[in-house]
């Protein structure tokens, strides 16, 4: 069964500090990868996702992840931070187009001035 | 062009009602999820709705249940709540040929006292 484990529930960093923050799945199938960012009292907006192909994916807000299949990580990184990127943050993974997508419990992004 | 939208944003419901939430998907969407969302906890699928059917569903009781209009909007309907019903209830559109990515809604705050 899939499942999704975000290692930091809580993550502060200062203000133009880079951050990474932690994500391990589980899935004994190829599996499609996602990053999704949600501010407060707001739903979710998709940062980023991996499909197949470079393993080193791009998003909005100047936001990456790496995907390592040896590893099962998905970390999503960002080289320097800024006070609007103040939110949670959750992992997720899918093993097919139509498949649900399993979230992990999402780490909250605290940037100190 | 409209994103997803939620109705209503909040509402309060007692133990034992029964409740109706709305979604309407993105403009040229087909397929619609709901995902519950409790506090402190990234989003739970509770199932998937394409050409008017079920396609598929998480691990929620029967009490949970939907509909997709031909408008390809939907409905999740939630019987004899319980307090551990209280959650935001999430609803993502997506194109089931198009590429694979969910689009949310804000959500719906549901409060059971």
């Known amino acids: 069964a899939q499942s999704v484990t975000q290692l930091d529930s809580q993550v502060p960093v200062f203000e133009e500090a880079p951050v990474e923050l932690r994500c391990n799945y589980s899935s004994s199938v190829s599996v499609y990868l996602f990053w999704y960012v949600q501010y407060p009292n707001q739903g979710l907006q998709l940062l980023l996702k991996y499909l197949s192909g470079s393993t080193l994916v791009k998003g909005i807000n100047g936001f990456e992840a790496e995907f390592n299949k040896s590893q099962t990580s998905f970390h999503l990184r960002k080289p320097s931070v800024h006070i609007s990127d103040t939110a949670e943050y959750f992992c997720?993974?899918?093993?097919?187009?139509?498949?649900?997508?399993?979230f992990g419990k999402g780490t909250r992004l605290h940037i100190l001035p | 062009d409209a994103g997803v939208t939620q109705s209503p944003t909040h509402l309060i419901k007692t133990r034992g009602q029964q409740v109706t939430l709305r979604c309407s998907p993105k403009?040229?969407?087909?397929?619609v999820s709901w995902y519950q969302q409790a506090l402190g906890q990234g989003p739970q699928f509770i199932f998937q709705y394409y050409e008017e059917e079920e396609r598929q569903r998480g691990n929620f009781p029967d009490r949970f249940s939907g509909h997709q209009f031909p408008n390809y909007s939907s409905e999740l309907n939630v019987n004899a709540l319980l307090l551990g019903d209280s959650a935001l209830y999430l609803c993502?559109?997506?194109?089931?040929?198009?590429?694979?990515?969910?689009?949310f809604g804000p959500g719906t705050r549901l409060t059971v006292t």
């Open positions: 993502a559109s997506s194109l089931d040929a198009g590429p694979y990515e969910q689009y």
């Open positions: 997720a993974v899918s093993e097919n187009r139509d498949d649900k997508i399993i």
């Open positions: 403009s040229g969407h087909d397929t």
